[in-house]
């Protein structure tokens, strides 16, 4: 006789856990689908386990094969019920069974094996028979248990070997949890079997699961109630190859200027407007919102996108408005129009978020993203890698490029710039990986490794026997931010012996638009030692009369201007290069590339030259060899 107090209550759960998975909207991820089959299959397995036990009670007013049937059924989906759990576990892992089957098929041989000997129990009585007398268990009946006691081991052997792809640690918690409630269910399972208790561990098990890893509003926005930013990466990392969809995105054109006109809260609203009109007209496609009013829609192949985009458009030209908020917006769109399914989700989130960028900078036509967007970005994503990777191993290097005197062109000093290279050992420009590292905060570490570099060669080289005086350091505009910028520069000249003197800071005009930030660093700097130039002027906001209230010694003119006065000589140069000599400065002109280009600015006043004509930047050893003198 058995107890069924326990598995009809465990049936009715497992209703209301799957009626409260199917009427949330949810994304179409390997997690989710894993967890789908695991409702089915454990619907399954505690439906023909009632059947299957009333069955047995009665067997003598039943055809045997019924009971027969009945039973085989039930230990035919309770062997698939283990192997479901492991299913679902390497899912969370984001394990992938595609990218390895032969793996696959190793995991899935025991449930194999255990499925034949099932089915082979009509006459060999392996697992369990039925005779005159009732049901009874077969000689191998612990083979099912010892193979589902095997997927609970291996899915906490994947959860420790692939642990780092477990973003929560509350995770792991869980997943230990309801591994142990299947454990303790297969105990219950093989010692009183007569009540039916593993039914109600496994939907302990997968109540357990429910609430900590299949909480829907862990991918929704609360503002727009679309999916967010984790939802579209974990959509992208998923994306299948075969089933090449559709991706197009939309941004409200300067977002954050917008939002200091209506402010934070009339915004939030506006974009709950926004994401409340994207459900209810395109609710066949899947809408994410990519924070900064960006929008990113993935529809079906069969989908017209340039129909949906046309619609939101329209949408657009007319205001946004509830009971309390009036909101006018234009909107900027981009379409990927090639198969990006082979690249990585920070690939295609970077695509688009470049192509929203530009096009809502020039506010042109829908801006169609191909295949050459995505080998700039794959190039992007390398220069980053590389950039960590120089910066994680202090192998950050410094080239120098002469400064000579703009009379007699004989060396006086130089400037330090930074270089890093790539896994072939190829040099790459800091025009890539500057702007890289600006954007995620690795400037000024980077800065400090060029500055630490260039105290080891002075320390090392003796600057008076190349007839230099100084070299030049660069200083972003992030680095000047520091608080501790003094006190590590000062560590650093102490460390390697260095005269604070013999470096030159500069100081691009970028840096000088909070004067009250920049004249307390340079106060803090200047007690050290340390005096400062201006590099690139001409570029940014100073103005000869601004410069008065800083103290540098030396104003570097930007190639541009020096390239467009060469190319159309006229009087505005030479006045702004008397106007800021007669203020004190010494001045450089960059970009030197000819005799022509040297001798115009030293006949307008430049004291220092610099630039390709003279010499590229090279390498320190290089540098040592062409200039150090015997």
């Not at 692939?162 to 303790?184: H, T």
């Not at 570490?445 to 003796?462: A, D, M, P, R």
Request: aromatic content about 14%; overall charge negative.
């Amino acid at each position: 006789m058995w107890d069924y107090s326990f598995a009809i209550p465990s049936l009715l759960i497992l209703g209301l856990l799957m009626s409260n998975y199917f009427l949330l909207k949810r994304l179409p991820l390997r997690v989710n689908r894993s967890f789908v089959d695991l409702l089915i299959i454990e619907a399954v397995v505690i439906s023909t386990d009632i059947i299957s036990s009333w069955a047995c009670e009665e067997y003598r007013d039943l055809p045997r094969i019924i009971v027969i049937l009945t039973n085989m059924v039930f230990f035919i989906f309770f062997a698939i019920r283990g192997h479901a759990f492991f299913a679902f576990t390497c899912s969370i892992l984001g394990l992938n069974p595609a990218e390895n089957k032969l793996r696959t098929f190793m995991c899935q041989l025991p449930l194999i094996i255990n499925e034949l000997v099932i089915i082979s129990s009509t006459w060999t009585k392996a697992i369990f028979f039925i005779d005159d007398s009732g049901y009874h268990r077969g000689k191998y009946y612990m083979l099912t248990i010892f193979i589902f006691f095997f997927y609970i081991f291996f899915s906490a052997y994947a959860a420790v070997l692939f642990r780092k792809n477990i973003k929560r640690i509350r995770e792991v918690y869980a997943i230990a949890i309801y591994l142990i409630f299947l454990c303790i269910g297969l105990i219950c399972r093989t010692f009183i079997p007569r009540f039916l208790l593993m039914d109600t561990f496994c939907i302990m098990a997968i109540l357990t699961i429910t609430l900590v890893f299949m909480n829907p509003d862990f991918y929704i926005d609360i503002r727009t109630r679309l999916f967010n930013t984790e939802g579209i990466r974990a959509y992208l990392n998923e994306m299948n190859p075969k089933k090449h969809s559709v991706i197009a995105a939309f941004v409200i054109n300067h977002y954050e200027e917008v939002v200091e006109i209506y402010g934070r809260k009339q915004m939030d609203k506006g974009l709950g407007l926004i994401g409340f009109y994207l459900r209810k007209n395109f609710p066949d496609t899947l809408l994410f919102y990519y924070r900064s009013g960006r929008f990113i829609i993935i529809a079906k192949p069969e989908d017209d996108m340039d129909e949906i985009l046309e619609k939101i458009e329209n949408r657009f030209r007319m205001p946004w408005t509830s009971d309390d908020t009036e909101l006018y917006l234009n909107v900027s769109c981009a379409k990927i129009n090639c198969n990006c399914t082979r690249y990585p989700s920070d690939a295609i989130l970077n695509v688009l978020a470049n192509a929203l960028e530009f096009v809502s900078n020039t506010e042109n036509e829908t801006y169609i993203i191909n295949e050459n967007q995505f080998e700039a970005s794959e190039d992007s994503i390398t220069v980053k890698r590389a950039l960590e990777k120089a910066i994680e191993n202090n192998s950050v290097e410094i080239f120098l490029q002469p400064i000579v005197d703009a009379h007699t062109y004989d060396l006086v000093g130089a400037e330090s710039l930074c270089r890093i290279r790539d896994d072939s050992g190829n040099i790459i420009p800091p025009g890539k990986f500057i702007s890289i590292a600006e954007n995620n905060g690795r400037i000024n570490q980077l800065g400090e490794q060029v500055f630490e570099n260039t105290c080891k060669f002075i320390s090392q080289n003796n600057l008076s026997t190349f007839g230099m005086q100084w070299i030049n350091v660069n200083l972003s505009t992030a680095q000047f931010m520091k608080n501790d910028l003094a006190h590590t520069f000062e560590n650093f000249t102490k460390a390697y012996k260095v005269n604070p003197a013999e470096i030159h800071l500069e100081i691009t005009e970028a840096a000088i638009i909070d004067e009250s930030i920049m004249k307390s660093q340079i106060q803090e700097i200047q007690k050290i030692g340390f005096v400062f130039a201006l590099d690139d002027y001409g570029t940014g906001y100073s103005n000869a009369s601004r410069l008065k209230h800083f103290p540098f010694i030396n104003v570097k003119i930007d190639m541009s201007l020096v390239w467009d006065y060469c190319a159309a000589p006229d009087q505005m140069l030479p006045m702004l290069i008397e106007t800021l000599k007669s203020n004190g400065y010494s001045i450089t002109a960059e970009g030197i590339e000819t005799i022509e280009m040297a001798k115009a600015m030293t006949e307008i006043g430049c004291d220092y030259l610099q630039g390709w004509y003279f010499s590229k930047p090279i390498p320190p050893d290089e540098f040592i060899a062409k200039y150090k003198k015997s």
